[in-house]
């Protein structure tokens, strides 16, 4: 069956280190992955989209991987704050027939003063 | 990106009874979505909402359980009917704004307790 893995521990990094998020994902082909960041009691806001055919986005402190042989997306954030601490959630989407993401269940990044 | 307001933003119900939230967007928008997010889960999705048609649901969700309604470009609802202990969730709905590469705008989402 379709799956979406991210590491459900919670990832604690000290300030000014770089974190690095895992999502991976088997029996599935997506042509865009999306990165969502979560705060608690609020819904995801969007970060970054990759599509099938780019190994790499950035944007600000955010890099974004995307391996399709290894069906795999990292997701780094560089010089960490603290206010970078909360869940950080993957979504696919396949090309076609559907405009549906299936979502991940987050990683929790605490970035420690 | 568009911008979305949900209410209520949380609510205590007594199982049996029924809760309708509501989500309104800062502009127009085809299609609305809704989702269900339990504890230390993923996203769910539980329907799909176009103005003007039926809402389509996915696997696992009914129109009975989950009636929604889309009267306009910018307003939704989603009734959670006969609730049980096993509905307690949040839920949000979403919408696609700026084309595909601007992602997904959530609204707050609506924190269920049934008791």
């Known amino acids: 069956s379709q799956k979406i893995e991210q590491n459900s521990e919670a990832l604690n990094i000290q300030e000014g280190k770089t974190a690095t998020l895992t999502c991976n994902y088997t029996?599935?082909?997506?042509?865009?992955l999306q990165w969502y960041r979560q705060d608690p009691g609020r819904g995801p806001v969007f970060l970054l989209l990759i599509r099938e055919n780019e190994k790499e986005k950035r944007k600000e402190r955010l890099k974004v991987t995307f391996d399709t042989t290894l069906k795999q997306s990292l997701f780094h954030i560089t010089a960490s704050q603290p206010a970078d601490s909360a869940t950080y959630l993957c979504a696919l989407k396949r090309v076609s027939g559907t405009y549906k993401y299936i979502f991940g269940t987050g990683t929790r990044l605490k970035v420690l003063a | 990106s568009a911008v979305i307001s949900q209410k209520p933003s949380r609510d205590i119900c007594q199982r049996g009874t029924s809760l309708t939230i509501q989500c309104q967007v800062d502009s127009q928008v085809t299609m609305m979505f809704w989702y269900r997010q339990q504890p230390g889960q993923s996203l769910t999705l539980i329907a799909t909402?176009?103005?003007?048609?039926?809402?389509?649901?996915e696997s696992g969700f009914v129109i009975d359980k989950f009636p929604i309604s889309r009267p306009n470009l910018t307003f939704s609802t989603l009734t959670v009917s006969n609730m049980s202990p096993e509905d307690s969730s949040i839920y949000l709905c979403?919408?696609?704004?700026?084309?595909?590469?601007?992602?997904?705008?959530f609204g707050s989402g609506t924190r269920l307790t049934v008791v």
């Open positions: 979403s919408v696609e704004t700026g084309g595909i590469s601007s992602g997904y705008t």
């Open positions: 029996n599935y082909s997506p042509a865009y």
């Open positions: 909402a176009n103005q003007g048609s039926e809402a389509t649901y």
